[in-house]
């Protein structure tokens, strides 16, 4: 791969010392799914996760990370971030919120620190992919460096 783009995600990790390795892959801009970016890169959906920006109605903003084909299960990301109810946020807030794009939102490097869940299966693999802050760009990385990059709480959160 060519000079790696420098995101904000890369350049957390990079000073965490946490070691990754970045996937590149091309996008159609139709396209941006995590089945997609599981597709090209070949790697399989339950080990490439999907960043979603959420809100609870207590803690706000949230960024969730989930596998590829999987629904978040809203009832159980309310339980396990202390809130009654928790939702989407809406399209047009996250650049905003985050400082990222769809199919560019890593849970990494936002431009403020949210609270981040995990879906719990990332820990039963060796490795995961997630956004590394820019469309067509993955980390590949253990689940465990992560969550402790993120400062992540894990907990089963699909259905």
Known sequence: MAQAKKTNAVRMLEGMKIPFELLEYAIDEKELSAEDAAAKTGITPERTFKTLCCRGDKSGVMM???????????????????????????????QGLTGYVRGGCSPLGTKKKYPVIVDASALSFDFITVNAGHRGLLFKLAPSDLVRAAGAKTAPVVR
């Open 64 to 94: 969730v990370c989930v596998p590829a084909g999987r629904e978040l299960d809203f009832k159980a990301l309310a339980a396990a971030s202390g809130n009654k109810s928790a939702e989407l946020v809406h399209l047009k807030e996250v």
